[in-house]
């Protein structure tokens, strides 16, 4: 029912900014208590935890990624946004969007099929 969907650039060039959009339908993102996240997995890593908007608008960002990251929204259009700046290689990913169920434990129920983003000059 729920459908996400990430959009943007798939190369970056070091320095500059990345910038995502996820396009959420059959669900409004400022719906009681949701809240929208970023994912990315590496090459050959794991998946990280890159931050999230809630329904009421507020950010939480991981500690890592806190001084370079942003998400905003933009409500009339259903989306949020994630913004990640002085990109390096290192920065190279798959980026997904997802979305948080209420609870204190974070369990994703609907997923963006993600997209690649490659930082290289």
Do not use: H
């Not at 910038?19 to 669900?27: E, I, K, N, Q, R």
């Amino acid at each position: 029912q729920v459908q996400l969907q990430e959009s943007g650039p798939g190369l970056v060039k070091p320095s500059q900014t990345l910038s995502l959009t996820c396009t959420v339908s059959g669900g409004s993102i400022t719906t009681n208590y949701y809240y929208w996240s970023w994912i990315r997995q590496p090459p050959g890593k794991g998946l990280e935890w890159m931050g999230v908007i809630a329904y009421s608008g507020s950010t939480y960002y991981s500690p890592s990624l806190k001084s370079r990251t942003s998400i905003s929204r933009d409500t009339s259009k259903n989306q949020f946004t994630l913004q990640l700046s002085s990109v390096t290689p290192e920065d190279t990913a798959v980026y997904y969007c997802a979305r948080v169920l209420p609870g204190p434990w974070y369990e994703y129920d609907y997923w963006g099929q993600g997209t690649q983003v490659t930082v290289s000059s």
